[in-house]
């Protein structure tokens, strides 16, 4: 049992650690808000003056805000959609015997260590390519005509993008919760002639709860800011232009670091929301 003279000689020594994490992550918050309530125009005169909700409201009444937002979220919502149900089944695949699983399971997981960046011009160049990409010779190879992905259906082609590169952290999470599964019950169910459907969905799926709300959360945080995916695909064309993209193009055309912190403080209420709501959804399954 830890006394208390042990207590406090722990909170010392982590104390520089946790000073350190206030500072790296409160500092960039208050130069955003403080920004946010001035016109900082670095190339045209510097700091012009506080300006109040201005910011504010220029980026909200903008024409792309809401459609942004819109984008946003069905990006978020598809790949969660995708990565946690193949994962499932990746998972319950690789958890089964077979020649080489060592090898299979390194193989399923490397994508994950891909840079954002080269997974996505691998995906453009060498899948997607419309003339000389693999889908669109495996299109002529059935006789018919190769889609145009990025152009045609370019927010379904970031989501396959995107999934591509999460699908292995969702399934070694999954993974390692399948292993942890007490096999005992399954073989009762089994021997009392439940089918694997059955299973399946009383035994399996509600031992993988807490997995899966650690994926979606964990997921959720880092896709909220999805941006090079897009800048090198798309570059915001198309519909596929999310909120974190148009902060970059406010900033980029209007030079005003004032209204890209505006857009950074819309960003960072947004993600507050929809982690409050996936906490209040999914979030029960970490208390059960």
Known sequence: MA????????????????????????????MTLWFSFRSYLPLRGGD????????????????????SVQTTLI????????????????????????WGQGVVRILVIAPFFVMPTVSALVWKNMFMDP???????????????????????PLTSIVMIVSWQWLPFAT???????????S????????????????FWYIVLPHLGRAITIVVLIQTIFLLSIFAEIFV???GAFGTRTLTYLIYQRVLESQNIGLGSAG????????????IFLMRIVGKNLDA
């Open 3 to 30: 006394t208390k003279a042990s207590r406090s000689a722990a909170r010392v020594m982590m104390a520089p650690a946790v000073v350190l994490l206030l500072a790296w992550m409160l500092v960039p918050l208050m």
């Open 48 to 67: 012009q003056g506080f300006v109040g909700f201005e910011n504010f409201g220029r980026f909200l009444s903008s024409s792309a805000f809401w459609p």
């Open 75 to 98: 990006l978020v919502g598809g790949v969660l959609i995708i990565t946690v149900v193949l994962g499932v089944f990746l998972a319950m695949l690789l958890d089964q015997p077979m």
């Open 131 to 153: 003339v000389n990409g693999l889908f669109a010779h495996l299109w002529k190879f059935f006789g018919a005509q190769p889609v145009e992905w990025l152009s045609s259906v």
């Open 172 to 182: 070694l999470i999954l993974l390692t919760a399948i292993q942890s599964l007490d």
């Open 184 to 199: 005992e019950q399954l073989e009762a169910a089994e021997m009392d002639g439940a089918p694997v459907t059955s299973r």
């Open 233 to 235: 695909t798309t570059g």
């Open 264 to 275: 950074g403080v819309y960003a960072i209420i947004l993600a507050n929301i929809v982690a």
